[in-house]
């Protein structure tokens, strides 16, 4: 039986106290009794250390360490065999009330398997020592809030809450493909279960597996939850890899990804050159061809893997042209692997670009090409100064200066391509009868055969490769033709007392004689008498010849169905030549006639070394000049020969 002292005593936790009884009567009072003691404890205190943790799949595991004070005071022993603790379990946080077992002191952890899978369970744990204090249990262990999902409360269960897990479903939507040189990067999403039935339990980390083709483990780690991709480089050209992926939760690893295989490839190289030419030109600007041999490496080491496309990369070193407008540069333009040529378009008149191109195949980018500079360029302007010279041969000769645009704003010789010049007979160019194209940046140009006395208008335009420029202004030019291809005069030896000689003439005609032509020669100062013609006069000519003379002229005429060419010889003989006045230079003058279009030209030729002297006057060799003063007035131009103190002193005019 217990009986209560009616005096409170202060008694001390953890004290031995040490109690005997007696009895007392009216009488007298007994002996004490045998003397008891016990250690005075309370109730233990919580358990320490507690950590509720998943202990694998669908199983939890609840750990602890003893409370700290187990009933006689912090740090003071107590005997296990009275000690035991209790265990909370309830299914979900609404439950009204749980199951309550309890455990062998000597136990520290608990494992509770087969649980609901997605369920969160709410766990805690006591001890109970044999104190009578609250039948011995201590206060549940009291979780903080930043712990556990609900607050911790002394005022029953303490519990704290943990969702029940499986292992987590393979990743998904994993992809395995070439990313930069012998690299391939693996990509996946989250598994559509991470533990709990849905995708919203935390992982652990993922493990990514990579294996070439026999097998061998090439690449394996453990990669954060947060990392979703993985480039695994170092690998093998044409090799094939496979790639496989798994997530890991609290409950353990989750199931494989399928594999997914791609072959390591080399970044494609470049290729080997770029080329730019101009092309034409557009209203809305320039365009420039941008061609290049194919790439030999595309991804293996040679040519055989097909590339995905080629990218052509221009750019501008000027921010504007030479008149100020802004220097306008088209992106990048992918073309398909089998093309490798394209024409850019509305680039600047007058700006420097240049041109990269690159190849591109799965494992990325590959290098770009030394780049190719052009100079977008337009219509150059009209050729400037054009002058035009007549010459003889029926040639005229055409010069003229560099225009002050020839394509980039600027008057700058090497954008010139070629000049093209053209001849007309009227001055408004309806129709042009020849066309003539320079060599290069040549700035002169002739035309040649043509018709003496028809007038030729001229004019001269400016090539560049992309564009032709308007026309120069318009020139023009009388043709004019020499009669005389060379000259031969043999003189006898002068007549005393008259000054007269005889003379043989051979003259070699330049061009052609016409049909009804007649040839008139002038000898100035001479009076010619006697003139007859040898049987060939005018060699392998069909038609009638005649010959006569009056003053200073000889007059040769023919009548035939042809025309004589020219290089055809015509020669002549003169009884008497007669000068009065031998001092000075002998002259002769050379005069053709068409009778068909009744136009006169008169040429002179000056034969330098030759001298009158007895006996003969030859003259070897002929040079041209025009000594005309203006284009239409036609001036008398003389054949000199040199006969200064050439004759006996008796045969000369005192």
């Given at each position: 039986m217990t009986y209560d002292t009616p005096n409170t005593i202060a008694l001390v936790q953890g004290v031995r106290y040490y109690v005997r009884v007696r009895a007392e009567n009216t009488l007298d009072v007994s002996n004490y009794s045998d003397s008891v003691s016990r250690d005075l404890n309370l109730a233990p205190g919580p358990p320490n250390s507690v950590n509720l943790s998943v202990a694998?799949?669908?199983?939890?595991?609840?750990?602890?360490?003893?409370?700290?004070?187990?009933?006689?005071?912090?740090?003071?022993s107590y005997p296990l065999d009275s000690f035991q603790y209790s265990i909370y379990f309830q299914k979900n946080a609404n439950?009204?009330?749980?199951?309550?077992?309890?455990?062998?002191?000597?136990?520290?952890?608990?494992?509770?398997?087969?649980?609901?899978?997605?369920?969160?369970?709410?766990i805690s744990v006591r001890a109970q020592n044999d104190a009578l204090q609250n039948g011995g249990y201590g206060d549940w262990y009291n979780h903080s809030a930043g712990d556990c999902s609900i607050a911790a409360v002394n005022a029953g269960p303490a519990t704290c809450g943990i969702l029940v897990v499986d292992f987590p479903s393979a990743p998904q939507s994993v992809t395995f493909e070439q990313n930069g040189n012998l690299a391939i990067q693996a990509v996946w999403s989250r598994p559509a279960d991470t533990?709990?039935?849905?995708?919203?339990?935390?992982?652990?980390?993922?493990?990514?597996?990579?294996?070439?083709?026999?097998?061998?483990?090439?690449?394996d780690s453990s990669l954060a939850e947060t990392v979703l991709n993985v480039t695994v480089g170092g690998l093998t050209v044409a090799e094939y890899y496979r790639v496989q992926i798994r997530g890991i939760n609290h409950a353990g690893n989750g199931d494989w990804s399928t594999f997914v295989s791609s072959i390591a490839l080399l970044l494609p190289a470049p290729p080997s050159t770029v080329v730019t030419a101009w092309t034409k030109?557009?209203?809305?600007?320039?365009?420039?061809?941008?061609?290049?041999?194919?790439?030999?490496?595309?991804?293996?080491?040679?040519d055989t893997w097909p590339l995905l496309r080629y990218e052509v990369v221009p750019s501008s070193p000027n921010s504007t042209n030479p008149e100020g407008t802004t220097c306008f540069v088209p992106g990048t333009i992918s073309l398909d692997r089998t093309v490798n040529s394209t024409e850019i378009g509305n680039l600047t008149k007058g700006c420097t670009y240049s041109f990269a191109v690159r190849s591109v195949n799965?494992?990325?980018?590959?290098?770009?090409?030394?780049?190719?500079?052009?100079?977008?360029i337009g219509t150059p302007s009209a050729p400037l100064n054009l002058a035009v010279q007549a010459v003889y041969s029926g040639q005229l000769d055409l010069e003229w200066d560099l225009p002050a645009d020839t394509g980039g704003f600027l008057s700058q010789p090497y954008l010139v391509d070629r000049y093209k010049a053209e001849a007309s007979l009227d001055a408004s160019f309806s129709s042009v009868f020849e066309t003539k194209l320079t060599k290069g940046q040549e700035r002169s140009i002739s035309f040649f055969f043509l018709q003496e006395g028809v007038r030729v208008y001229c004019r001269v335009f400016q090539l560049n490769e992309a564009a032709e420029g308007p026309n120069s202004t318009v020139v023009s030019e009388l043709p004019i033709i020499p009669p005389l291809l060379d000259a031969n005069v043999t003189l006898s030896s002068?007549?005393?007392?008259?000054?007269?000689?005889?003379?043989?003439?051979?003259?070699?005609?330049?061009?052609a004689l016409p049909a009804e032509g007649q040839i008139v020669v002038f000898f100035p100062n001479f009076t010619v008498a006697g003139v007859s013609l040898p049987s060939n006069t005018i060699?392998?000519?069909?038609?009638?010849?005649?010959?006569?003379?009056?003053?200073?002229?000889?007059?040769?005429?023919?009548?035939g169905s042809s025309a004589v060419s020219g290089s055809t010889t015509v020669s002549f003989t003169i009884d008497d030549l007669v000068n009065r006045h031998w001092a000075g230079d002998a002259l002769f003058r050379v005069q053709t006639v068409s009778k068909q279009?009744?136009?006169?030209?008169?040429?002179?030729?000056?034969?330098?070394?030759?001298t009158l002297v007895q006996g003969a006057l030859v003259a070897p060799s002929v040079t041209f000049s025009d000594r005309r003063t203006g284009v239409v007035q036609t001036t008398l131009v003389e054949f000199t020969l040199s006969a200064r103190n050439t004759l006996p002193s008796d045969g000369l005019i005192k």
């Open positions: 694998g799949n669908l199983s939890l595991q609840l750990d602890w360490a003893a409370p700290l004070d187990l009933g006689l005071g912090a740090g003071q439950q009204s009330a749980g199951d309550l077992f309890s455990v062998s002191a000597s136990s520290t952890e608990l494992v509770l398997d087969r649980l609901v899978k997605g369920t969160t369970y709410y533990g709990p039935g849905d995708s919203t339990y935390s992982l652990n980390s993922y493990q990514v597996q990579v294996v070439d083709s026999v097998g061998t483990i090439a690449y030109v557009l209203a809305s600007g320039a365009v420039i061809t941008v061609s290049f041999p194919l790439s030999t490496q595309t991804g293996l080491g040679n799965e494992a990325g980018t590959g290098n770009s090409t030394s780049s190719a500079f052009r100079l977008a002068p007549r005393t007392g008259n000054v007269s000689v005889s003379a043989a003439v051979v003259l070699k005609l330049f061009t060699n392998g000519v069909d038609g009638t010849v005649s010959v006569s003379s009056q003053g200073e002229k000889v007059y040769i005429s023919r009548a279009d009744n136009f006169t030209i008169d040429r002179s030729f000056n034969v330098s070394g030759a």
